[in-house]
C-alpha cells in the first residue's frame, strides 16, 4: 500500500517551511467572538439564544436543524451581546451571535468531565459525537455521526485516517500528528470500532518526516493499525486520490467512499471525536495554521471557534509589508477574504496571507486550447470546455459535462496560462445545477 499513482496531480511550492517546525501555541481569549450558527455541510443549526443570555463554555447555543446537522456550543462563558449578520469566511454573510467573554471560562454543567468508553455500544458512541458538534475538520465540515451511519448493506473493510495535508503553506494536521498522536489513534480507535473494521491505515505525504516517524512509533502495539507514506502531489489528500493511491479502489463517479468498502476520515476530526467522547468535550476550539509572507510570525494556533481572523494576525506579530490578500484555507481551494470581520468556524484550518507581488500576476484571459488542464485534472474531467460553457452560462452542458465530479482541487487554474477563474466557475455551476434540478424535482 502507499506505492500507488492516482491520475494528473501537479507539485506547486509547498512553502509549509514557514510554520511546520512551529509547535502548536493555545491564544488568549479574544474580547469578543462571532460564532456562526451553520458551521456542518447540510442542514444549517437553528439558534436556541438570545440577545442578554449568559452562557457557560459549551453550552448548546444552536440546535442541530436535522439529522445532517450538528449542534454549535458556546465557546467560553460569557454575555450573549448580539445576534445578526456576520461576514461569514465562505464569502457570504450569514448569521452567527457575538459573544463577550466574561473572563471565567466556565464549563457547561457536564462538559470536560473524564469518563471510560467501555461498554458504551455503536449508538450511544455516535450520539456522543453528534451532541457533542463533530464534523469533518479537513474542511468539509461533513457531520461526523452521518459519515459513521452507512446504509444498510454498505460494508467497510478500511479505515483510512487521512494525514496528508497536501495543501499548499497549511500545517496544523502536520502538528497535530506530531504533538498528539495518542490521541488521534484512540479517536480512529473509535471509529473502527462504530464501523466494524479491523484495518486502520494513517496516510501521510512524505514530505512530513517527524509526523510518520511519531505516528510509526504510537501504531507500534495497535493490532490493525499502521502508517504509509504517501507520494508528494498535489491532491493527495482528496478522498477518491487518497484511496485509489492507497487501495487501487476507484470511487465511481458520483459515488461515495463506502461504495469501495472505505471510510475516510481527518486526522483533526479523529482527535476531536476521541475526545468528546472520553471528556465530554465539544469542538469550540481547533489549530489553525496562520501562514504566508505577509504575516510576521507565522503560527499554529489552538484558537476558539468565533475567534476573529484580525485577533488571529495580531497574535501573529500583524501584517508584514505589503499584504495584499488573504485566504481562509489554502491557496488552492481556500476562499479569499474581503474582510477580516471574517471568524474561525470548525472547517477554519488555515489563514494564508499573500504579498502584493506573489498576487498580482493572476489576471485573467481567454482560454488558448492549450490542454494543460487536462493532463492535471485528477478526475479525468475536461476543465477548459467546462469553464467555457459556463462562461456563457450554459450550465446544462456543464453538467452533461460532469461538472459535479469536480472536486474544486484547483489543479487546472493553477497549470492555466491564462490563468482563468476555473474553480470560481465551476463552484458557480454546481449552484446552478443544484438550482435546476430542485427545479425539475
Not at 6 to 30: C, Q, R, T
Not at 73 to 80: D, F, K, L, V
Not at 171 to 185: K, P
Amino acid at each position: 500500500m502507499g506505492s500507488g499513482r492516482f491520475f494528473g496531480g501537479i507539485h506547486p511550492s509547498y512553502n509549509k517551511g514557514l510554520a511546520d517546525s512551529s509547535a502548536i501555541v493555545e491564544m488568549p481569549l479574544p474580547e469578543r467572538l462571532v460564532v456562526f450558527f451553520a458551521q456542518n455541510l447540510g442542514a444549517p443549526s437553528q439558534p436556541v439564544v438570545k440577545k442578554g443570555d449568559e452562557v457557560k463554555k459549551g453550552q448548546v447555543i444552536a440546535e442541530a436543524g436535522g439529522f445532517v446537522s450538528t449542534p454549535v456550543h458556546a465557546p467560553t462563558s460569557g454575555t450573549i451581546d448580539s445576534i445578526g449578520i456576520y461576514p461569514s469566511p465562505v464569502g457570504v454573510d450569514a448569521p452567527a451571535a457575538v459573544l463577550t467573554p466574561d473572563g471565567k471560562d466556565e464549563w457547561f454543567e457536564g462538559c470536560s468531565v473524564e469518563r471510560s468508553s467501555e461498554g458504551l455500544d455503536v449508538g450511544q458512541i455516535k450520539e456522543i459525537i453528534h451532541d457533542n458538534g463533530i464534523v469533518g475538520m479537513g474542511g468539509a465540515t461533513f457531520p461526523t455521526h452521518v459519515k459513521l451511519s452507512p446504509p444498510a448493506g454498505k460494508k467497510m473493510d478500511l479505515l483510512v485516517i487521512n494525514g496528508a495535508e497536501c495543501e499548499p503553506y497549511l500545517t496544523a494536521d502536520h502538528r497535530l500528528m506530531v504533538e498528539h498522536a495518542e490521541g488521534i489513534l484512540d479517536g480512529a480507535a473509535l471509529f473502527a470500532a462504530v464501523i466494524g473494521v479491523g484495518r486502520v491505515v494513517i496516510a501521510i505525504e512524505k514530505n512530513k518526516p517527524d509526523a510518520i516517524e511519531v505516528m510509526r512509533k504510537a501504531v507500534a502495539g495497535r493490532q490493525g493499525f499502521s502508517v504509509e507514506a504517501m507520494g508528494v502531489i498535489y491532491p493527495q489528500g482528496a478522498e477518491k486520490q487518497l484511496i485509489f493511491a492507497l487501495t487501487k479502489r476507484k470511487v465511481p463517479a458520483g459515488g461515495l467512499p463506502m461504495d469501495v468498502g472505505v471510510l475516510v476520515h481527518n486526522v483533526g476530526t479523529a482527535l476531536a471525536a476521541g475526545e468528546a467522547v472520553r471528556y465530554n468535550r465539544p469542538l469550540i476550539q481547533r489549530v489553525v495554521t496562520v501562514t504566508g509572507s505577509g504575516i510576521r510570525e507565522p503560527k499554529n494556533i489552538l484558537a476558539r471557534v468565533g475567534t476573529r481572523f484580525e485577533d488571529l494576525v495580531k497574535f501573529c506579530g500583524g501584517l508584514e509589508g505589503d499584504a495584499a490578500k488573504c485566504i481562509n484555507g489554502g491557496p488552492m481551494m481556500g476562499v479569499a477574504q474581503y474582510s477580516l470581520d471574517a471568524a474561525v468556524t470548525k472547517g477554519t484550518s488555515g489563514l494564508v496571507i499573500l504579498r502584493q507581488e506573489e498576487v498580482a500576476q493572476f489576471v485573467s484571459d481567454a482560454c488558448i486550447r492549450c490542454a494543460r488542464c487536462l493532463e492535471a485534472c485528477p478526475m479525468r474531467l475536461n476543465p477548459s470546455a467546462l469553464s467555457i460553457f459556463i462562461e456563457k452560462m450554459r450550465f446544462e452542458d456543464a453538467n452533461e459535462y460532469n461538472v459535479m465530479d469536480c472536486i474544486e482541487c484547483g489543479c487546472c487554474a493553477y497549470v492555466c496560462p491564462s490563468r482563468r477563474p476555473m474553480v470560481h466557475h465551476f463552484r458557480r455551476a454546481k449552484a446552478e445545477v443544484r438550482k435546476l434540478q430542485r427545479k425539475t424535482g
